[in-house]
């Protein structure tokens, strides 16, 4: 079955501090992989979106890295911002099926002052 | 531009009651698409439609139906309110031969 997990299911930082998002996935074969942000009370915005034959892809202070061997990616944010509180989606676009598009979770990421 | 838009943000229903969420995107997207968020759980999609006059099951469809008879316009109508149905619903839009999708701000549906 496709799946997509994410860890942590939330995390706490301090403002300026660096985090790492990680995002494992079962979906094969699969197009692309993608990051969302969500504030509280909003929809999803999309911050980065890797092929299969990426390997990172920037945006800002975020950082999409993509192993396609082993299906993992992970969401780097770099000096956070207050801002930067919020929940960060993974999305991986599958190529069979009839859903192609399979949701993570989220990791829920507040930042404190 | 409004982008995508849904109307109401907030309903409460009782068991039983039918209703219409309101999806108008100002964008031309040829694609448009209702999911569900709930708690622990990721986005789930309800329906979709790749085009004016067309619909298509998507994950969770039991429940709802939808209708598009405009480009802009996407319903999702509940024709008897379940407490199964409290949930946050989001519709999205996309251009065909693009992936990313634009999501509106949810509307937030309580069965009691």
């Known amino acids: 079955k496709n799946q997509v997990e994410q860890s942590p299911q939330s995390l706490i930082i301090l403002e300026g501090k660096n985090c790492t998002l990680q995002?494992?996935?079962?979906?094969?074969?699969?197009?692309?992989l993608r990051w969302y942000k969500q504030d509280t009370g909003r929809g999803p915005v999309s911050l980065t979106i890797?092929?299969?034959?990426?390997n990172t892809k920037s945006n800002g202070r975020y950082t999409a890295t993509l192993d396609a061997d082993t299906k993992q990616s992970s969401l780097h944010i770099t000096a956070s911002q207050l801002s930067d509180s919020a929940s960060y989606i993974c999305?991986?676009?599958?190529?069979?099926?009839?859903?192609?598009?399979?949701f993570g979770t989220g990791t829920r990421l507040k930042v404190l002052a | 531009n409004a982008g995508v838009t849904q109307t109401p943000k907030f309903r409460v229903l009782k068991t039983g009651q039918s209703m219409t969420l309101l999806c108008a995107q100002d964008?031309?997207?040829?694609?448009m698409y209702w999911y569900r968020q709930d708690p622990g759980m990721g986005l789930r999609l309800i329906h979709y439609?790749?085009?004016?006059?067309?619909?298509a099951k998507g994950e969770v469809p039991d429940g709802y139906n939808v209708s598009r008879l405009k480009k802009q316009n996407f319903l999702l109508g509940l024709e008897s309110a379940a407490p199964s149905q409290t949930s946050v619903y989001f519709c999205?839009?996309?251009?065909?031969?693009?992936?990313?999708?634009?999501f509106g701000p949810g509307t937030r549906l309580l069965v009691l």
């Open positions: 999205a839009s996309r251009p065909s031969g693009e992936e990313t999708q634009y």
């Open positions: 995002c494992n996935y079962t979906v094969s074969p699969f197009s692309n």
């Open positions: 890797m092929t299969f034959s990426e």
């Open positions: 999305v991986v676009r599958a190529t069979s099926g009839t859903y192609k598009y399979i």
């Open positions: 964008m031309n997207h040829e694609y």
């Open positions: 439609s790749v085009g004016e006059g067309t619909t």
